[in-house]
T-cell receptor, first 116, second 115 residues
Framework: AQKVTQAQTEISVVEKEDVTLDCVYE???????LFWYKQPPSGELVFLIR??????QNEISGRYSWNFQKSTSSFNFTITASQVVDSAVYFC?????????????FGSGTRLSIRP | DGGITQSPKYLFRKEGQNVTLSCEQN?????MYWYRQDPGQGLRLIYY???????QKGDIAEGYSVSREKKESFPLTVTSAQKNPTAFYLC??????????????FGPGTRLTVL
């Protein structure tokens, strides 16, 4: 069965520190997609990235980077030089495209607090 | 601007009442979804619809109902049968393709409180 585990419930760091959010997933399929979403205090989920299981190349977007490792079933998210605006709850999610209606399974989220 | 709108932002309900949450999208997406989020928890799927006039139950459909009469609209009714309806409700949509999972984009949410 599909499962996404975000073991870090809350993280608090001082501004400008680097921080990594962990995500471990379980799936029986060889084809799947992984996502990260950000939920600021306003509540709306903001899409950050989608990665398919055949693309293990790490991705960097500004201060954000993602490390996908199939060998350890992990898809970790790093914020470099964190800023107060990065404070939010971050969700990792998994989807198997040939399951019914492309359902997405979300992890329980990591609450990130950046202190000035 | 293309996007997903949800209304109202805050909703208060008395016990025993049915209430309907609105979700509209102008992204021309085929699929729409309703999720429930409880404090400190992830999202749980209530209902989803891949096409007009068709919808399927998600993981926690009991006490909820939906309709999909138009492509752009997917309202959710929280019925009096839902024992613990106080939660944050998020609507999402995605473009359906036959061979891949498309990204789900979310609306701003409706916070429902039962008095």
């Amino acid at each position: 069965a599909q499962k996404v585990t975000q073991a870090q419930t809350e993280i608090s760091v001082v501004e400008k520190e680097d921080v990594t959010l962990d995500c471990v997933y379980e799936t029986r399929d060889t084809t799947y997609y992984l996502f990260w979403y950000k939920q600021p205090p306003s509540g709306e989920l903001v899409f950050l990235i989608r990665r398919n299981s055949f693309d293990e190349q790490n991705e960097i977007s500004g201060r954000y980077s993602w490390n996908f490792q199939k060998s350890t079933s992990s898809f970790n998210f790093t914020i470099t030089a964190s800023q107060v605006v990065d404070s939010a709850v971050y969700f990792c999610a998994l989807s198997e495209p040939y399951s019914s209606a492309s359902k997405i399974i979300f992890g329980s989220g990591t609450r990130l607090s950046i202190r000035p | 601007d293309g996007g997903i709108t949800q209304s109202p932002k805050y909703l208060f309900r008395k016990e025993g009442q049915n209430v309907t949450l609105s979700c509209e999208q102008n992204l021309n997406h085929d699929a729409m979804y309703w999720y429930r989020q409880d404090p400190g928890q992830g999202l749980r799927l209530i209902y989803y619809s891949q096409i007009v006039n068709d919808f399927q139950k998600g993981d926690i459909a009991e006490g909820y109902s939906v309709s999909r009469e138009k492509k752009e609209s997917f309202p959710l009714t929280v019925t009096s049968a839902q024992k613990n309806p106080t939660a944050f409700y998020l609507c999402a949509s995605s473009q359906r393709t036959a061979t891949s999972t498309d990204t789900q984009y979310f609306g701003p949410g409706t916070r429902l409180t039962v008095l």
